[in-house]
């Protein structure tokens, strides 16, 4: 009997260490001060703030393109407002991935949060006025005013007034900064022009350089040649 009073008194104290010994501490791993070992919640959790991104993120805009930051917001665990910090790198005229960063700071500590700004070349980039200098001579005559417009699909410019005096309308296909003129042939009276190019508008938006592959066959300016013009934004 004895004996047995003994190992439960020995049972006892054993499990009274060890409730006594499971280590407390915060178990809330979204805590600042997250204790990984601790077994049992002691209510001391300790948070910095937390933000919300306003708006699209990512965002995309084409160059030149007003850029307006939608914002952030941020709380404290309570619900309570914290203000936020804002470091806008956005540069709207020049093509990038930008990053827009947000930072919230309470007494536990500062968070941070970013939004990526896309800024691409698109189509409304292409279709504006622009003026053309160019070695092509004579026998490729591009008049200095041409006229790009919208073509049929997203991805198709149609290039008004191509040639001087005689006019004509070229198509061309966009891909972001790449422009592909496919083989084509332009009728005139006493001739034809039969043309293709590829070029490129640089990452602001304002200049265009296309070379030209050409056969021109209306007489005393006809030719067979390659050359290079220049688009540079009005």
Same mark, same amino acid.
């Given at each position: 009997?004895?004996?047995?009073?003994?190992?439960?008194a020995?049972?006892?104290?054993?499990? &009274?260490?060890?409730?006594?010994?499971?280590?407390?501490?915060?178990?809330?791993?979204?805590?600042?001060?997250?204790?990984?070992?601790?077994?049992?919640d002691?209510?001391?959790?300790k948070?910095a703030?937390?933000?919300?991104i306003?708006?699209?993120?990512? =965002?995309?805009?084409?160059v030149?393109?007003?850029?307006?930051?939608?914002?952030?917001?941020?709380?404290?665990?309570d619900?309570?407002s914290v &203000?936020?910090?804002t470091?806008?790198?956005?540069?709207n005229? @020049?093509?990038g991935?930008?990053?827009?960063?947000? &930072?919230?700071?309470? =007494?536990?500590?500062?968070?941070?949060?970013?939004? @990526?700004?896309?800024v691409?070349?698109?189509k409304?980039?292409?279709?504006?006025?622009?003026?053309?200098t &160019?070695?092509c001579?004579?026998?490729?005559?591009?008049?200095?005013?041409?006229?790009?417009?919208?073509?049929?699909?997203e991805? =198709?410019?149609?290039?008004?007034?191509?040639?001087?005096?005689?006019?004509? @309308?070229?198509?061309?296909?966009?891909?972001?900064?790449?422009?592909?003129?496919?083989?084509?042939?332009?009728d005139?009276?006493?001739?034809?022009v039969?043309?293709?190019?590829?070029?490129?508008?640089?990452?602001?938006?304002?200049?265009?350089?296309? %070379?030209y592959?050409? =056969?021109? @066959?209306?007489?005393?300016?006809?030719? %067979?040649?390659?050359?290079?013009?220049?688009?540079?934004?009005?």
């Amino acid at each position: 009997m004895k004996s047995y009073l003994s190992l439960l008194a020995i049972s006892v104290i054993l499990i &009274s260490t060890n409730t006594s010994c499971k280590k407390k501490g915060c178990t809330d791993a979204d805590a600042v001060n997250y204790n990984q070992a601790a077994k049992k919640d002691d209510g001391t959790c300790k948070y910095a703030p937390i933000i919300t991104i306003n708006g699209n993120n990512p =965002e995309t805009i084409n160059v030149a393109d007003n850029y307006t930051d939608a914002g952030a917001t941020a709380i404290n665990k309570d619900g309570t407002s914290v &203000s936020v910090t804002t470091d806008n790198q956005v540069d709207n005229n @020049t093509k990038g991935t930008y990053v827009v960063t947000y &930072s919230a700071t309470n =007494e536990n500590g500062t968070t941070t949060a970013t939004r @990526t700004v896309n800024v691409q070349i698109g189509k409304d980039n292409w279709i504006v006025t622009w003026a053309v200098t &160019s070695d092509c001579g004579n026998s490729f005559p591009l008049t200095p005013d041409p006229i790009f417009g919208p073509g049929a699909t997203e991805l =198709e410019l149609v290039i008004d007034n191509m040639f001087n005096l005689v006019g004509g @309308t070229a198509t061309a296909n966009i891909n972001g900064n790449q422009i592909t003129i496919p083989t084509q042939t332009i009728d005139f009276t006493l001739g034809q022009v039969t043309f293709d190019g590829i070029g490129v508008i640089n990452d602001q938006a304002n200049l265009i350089t296309i %070379t030209y592959n050409y =056969e021109n @066959t209306i007489p005393l300016i006809g030719g %067979t040649g390659t050359c290079i013009a220049t688009y540079t934004k009005q």
